[in-house]
């Protein structure tokens, strides 16, 4: 077994304080459009499932394309390692204690990957429904997670994170029988504050769910990467 | 059936940036001692389930003490309506977008109660493992919720959010037969952190442990209080 140091590597990130975060994310998206890499945003509350819908994901897109995955987190290690247990590159970006990525710290991430090596990056996010969702990170699209014990109130409470993600991802729907959660209910709030967002029921438990989600996210890799 | 605006006041928080936070938090707690009020910080993820621990503590102790609430979201109303129902005082603040609340905000809030007419005010902090650790609210002790649904390896993640709190309850443990968590696992990282840590195991559903949780709560108002 190879120790975590061979199988990743953990970066302690800096905060980019005088730059304007916007502009910083525009040239990042440029270069990404250049170099034929698509950067998806994945955020959530801390234990929605994050790491286990991108093994899952990991699992079923990794013969077609070359993955990355950037695991953002306060302290720790044992996303990255879960990542790497998949056979894709991952790196451990340790924020010292930051709430959210900026575009700045995501580009020191992607930098660790090299040049146009990736056709997907997936930066997971610190787990965080408020302040990620206020920082462009450079991303071309963006994801949020939401699982079912978590409550179907979400929506009313962190309604800017709903407002700005291209795509909700509702998890551990094997869990609906024992928690009080209305789908419709959170479908209906989610539109109401994002009419274009795109909705999947997904459990990674059981598989239901992830082929619809993975074809989307394939779709707009293709797309952005010109690949037929 | 009352509406919301006579049910319980909302308000808009304006953050103090020019003061102290430290000094505003001894301040308030030198006030709350005066006063004779406890004030209990209570942070968690989002729907780590807050405010229905909340109504459970509030049904046990309302007979005896005089309480009052603040939830604190930024947006929407859905907890205070929750509070107010169990027929305590229920204010709810609105941040304004921001991810944690400061003493300076906490005061505001208090500030509506009158002085000197709750034995025991407890602050629902907004849903978020991070920022809010970082802020002394002038609480007199504060506790965190971590739900079974979020997984044992939250400890490993969001170390400070375990260092700084009085106590730790860990919620929903009738979920335990669906999810893959370690309650001696998170235990044992908590009290790495924390060795002081108070922890509680409880399901608002089943009811069980929350009689623990209760004893602990009442004996520290009790303590500040000068109550026998």
């Given at each position: 077994?190879?120790?975590?140091?061979?199988?990743?590597?953990?970066?302690?990130?800096?905060?980019?304080?005088?730059?304007?975060?916007?502009?910083?994310?525009?040239?990042?998206?440029?270069?990404?459009?250049?170099?034929?890499?698509?950067?998806?945003?994945l955020m959530a509350?801390?234990?929605a499932?994050?790491?286990?819908?991108?093994?899952?994901?990991?699992?079923?897109?990794?013969?077609?394309?070359?993955?990355?995955?950037?695991?953002?987190?306060?302290?720790?290690?044992?996303?990255?390692?879960?990542?790497?247990?998949?056979?894709?590159?991952?790196?451990?970006?340790?924020?010292?204690?930051?709430?959210?990525?900026?575009?700045?710290?995501?580009?020191?991430?992607?930098?660790?990957?090299?040049?146009?090596?990736?056709?997907?990056?997936?930066?997971?996010?610190?787990?965080?429904l408020?302040?990620?969702?206020?920082?462009?990170?450079?991303?071309?699209?963006s994801a949020m997670i939401l699982s079912?014990?978590?409550?179907d109130?979400k929506p009313?409470?962190y309604?800017?994170m709903f407002s700005v993600v291209d795509a909700l991802v509702i998890s551990?729907?094997?869990?609906?029988?024992?928690?009080?959660?209305?789908v419709?209910?959170v479908r209906?709030r989610a539109k109401?504050l994002n009419?274009d967002i795109e909705i999947f029921e997904v459990?990674?438990?059981?598989?239901?769910?992830?082929?619809?989600w993975?074809?989307w996210?394939?779709?707009?890799?293709?797309?952005?990467?010109?690949?037929?």
């Open positions: 077994m190879k120790t975590a140091t061979e199988q990743f590597k953990i970066i302690e990130l800096k905060e980019s304080v005088f730059e304007d975060n916007n502009r910083v994310a525009d040239k990042l998206r440029e270069r990404l459009k250049t170099e034929k890499t698509f950067l998806l945003n509350s801390p234990g499932g994050k790491t286990t819908l991108l093994v899952c994901t990991i699992e079923k897109l990794k013969s077609e394309l070359r993955i990355g995955v950037m695991e953002a987190d306060i302290d720790s290690s044992v996303d990255a390692r879960k990542i790497a247990d998949t056979g894709v590159r991952a790196i451990q970006l340790h924020t010292g204690g930051m709430c959210h990525l900026d575009a700045g710290m995501t580009e020191q991430g992607l930098n660790e990957f090299g040049s146009g090596e990736l056709d997907l990056v997936v930066l997971e996010n610190v787990g965080n408020v302040c990620p969702a206020e920082f462009d990170t450079g991303s071309v699209k079912v014990p978590e409550g109130d009313l409470k309604p800017l551990k729907i094997d869990c609906l029988p024992y928690f009080d959660f209305s419709e209910a209906e109401k009419p459990s990674a438990k059981t598989g239901e769910g992830i082929d619809e993975v074809k996210l394939k779709k707009n890799v293709c797309d952005w990467n010109l690949i037929d």
